[in-house]
């Protein structure tokens, strides 16, 4: 048997996330992520030749987003047709999925240097496109299979997970508004502009503007308690299976891309190439497909228990903010550091282009923990049907 090889994280960066039917609504999808993989390898230096595979993650794969939609934006940026790629859907964690297969095929030898990437386009191909028509993905045996309760939505979902970790709306609010003064805060002394890369912007026609975004578009400053308080329940035609999630605590349908380099530390080495942290520790879960975002909390303490490690070594910590009631259900069982936990805001207020957020968030751990010093960085995130990776990172550079 080969000796297990170490998978490094060579470079990894994100577009600015666009707000849904914003600066980013003229870019089709395809084209958007081969523009973010082909800036990753351009300040590399790396022969796109020399990749061994292209892994992205996407959620909604229909449409512009269908028929490899990882494949169509390698062809697209006029990258090595020889170089092959796939699309991969673990819902909201398709593109930490990535990073996954990718980082396991490195150290299995299968591959020595890949890309992790991921692309949502939620305003040109809005979530739940793929079950249009009135063709459901659930089954009259998936029905009877979890007992024939009927799939609720995700904001009765984490409704029903605030009140059972004991989250209430002031937390669900004070958590936002924190999200949004973070991420602002690191949009405004140079922090984001350092992982990401401008994208030029492009008109409806598809021609450049000679503009750019260069910082993420849904951010809002000016978020208190007392305006989020005003926000009605986003279940309106049922408010009061879901009274306290609003728009205000949950995560904003966005677009955005984002990419990550994978090599063995021997690939790296030999090409000269930087070697900024290693993946350490990964692993999936599930549990209740019908309370579809509870299963962070069972893949961290799979993890934990794989590992050996425990939540006090982690120097920065990312559960995705798809509702602030999961990101505080999480924090509710593991009792992280509060400056330690998503410390540049999350998706909240950055926002959540779905099949990129996986890698758009191990990006900013990457960066957070080589600002701070930190040593080990943590990721989970919730992704329907009940699932969730989880992620252990150490810095080297």
Not at 117 to 132: Q, T
Not at 305 to 321: A, H, K, Q, T, Y
Not at 362 to 385: K, N, P, V
Request: with cysteine.
């Amino acid at each position: 048997m080969a000796e297990i090889r170490e998978a490094v994280i060579v470079d990894t960066v994100r577009t600015p996330i666009g707000k849904r039917k914003g600066a980013l609504a003229t870019w089709h999808p395809a084209d958007l992520l081969g523009f973010t993989v082909k800036a990753l390898l351009d300040r590399n230096q790396v022969d796109p030749g020399r990749i061994d595979d292209v892994v992205g993650g996407c959620v909604n794969q229909v449409g512009e987003q269908s028929n490899n939609v990882a494949r169509n934006a390698w062809i697209g940026a006029g990258l090595p047709w020889h170089v092959p790629a796939t699309s991969v859907d673990r819902q909201c964690g398709s593109s930490q999925q990535a990073v996954h297969f990718v980082a396991q095929a490195v150290m299995a030898g299968s591959y020595d240097v890949a890309i992790a990437c991921g692309v949502e386009s939620m305003s040109r191909v809005p979530m739940g496109s793929n079950a249009k028509g009135g063709v459901g993905p659930f089954s009259q045996d998936w029905i009877a299979a979890v007992g024939g309760r009927f799939h609720p939505t995700q904001f009765e979902v984490s409704q029903v997970l605030a009140e059972k970790f004991g989250v209430t709306r002031e937390d669900m609010d004070a958590f936002a508004v924190e999200s949004h003064r973070r991420a602002w805060e690191n949009t405004e002394n140079g922090w984001f502009a350092e992982e990401c890369v401008p994208v030029p912007l492009k008109d409806e026609e598809g021609n450049l503007t000679g503009d750019v975004l260069d910082r993420d578009q849904g951010i809002r400053p000016e978020s208190t308690m007392e305006s989020l308080a005003k926000l009605p329940s986003a279940l309106s035609w049922d408010p009061d299976t879901a009274p306290d999630i609003t728009a205000g605590n949950a995560s904003q349908m966005s677009d955005g891309a984002a990419a990550m380099l994978i090599a063995s530390r021997e690939f790296a080495e030999a090409n000269g190439l930087p070697i900024r942290a290693a993946i350490r520790h990964l692993v999936v879960a599930a549990e209740d497909p019908y309370l579809v975002l509870s299963a962070p909390n069972p893949a961290t303490r799979k993890l934990l228990e794989r590992s050996g490690m425990s939540i006090s070594d982690f120097d920065s910590m990312e559960c995705n903010e798809a509702f602030a009631a999961i990101a505080l259900m999480w924090a509710s069982e593991f009792q992280p550091d509060p400056e330690r936990y998503n410390p540049r805001g999350g998706a909240i207020a950055i926002g959540h282009p779905l099949g990129a957020s996986g890698v758009r968030i191990m990006t900013t751990l990457l960066h957070d923990l080589e600002s701070t010093g930190g040593r080990f960085g943590f990721q989970t995130m919730c992704e329907g049907g009940g699932q969730a990776n989880a992620t252990v990172i150490e810095r080297l550079g």
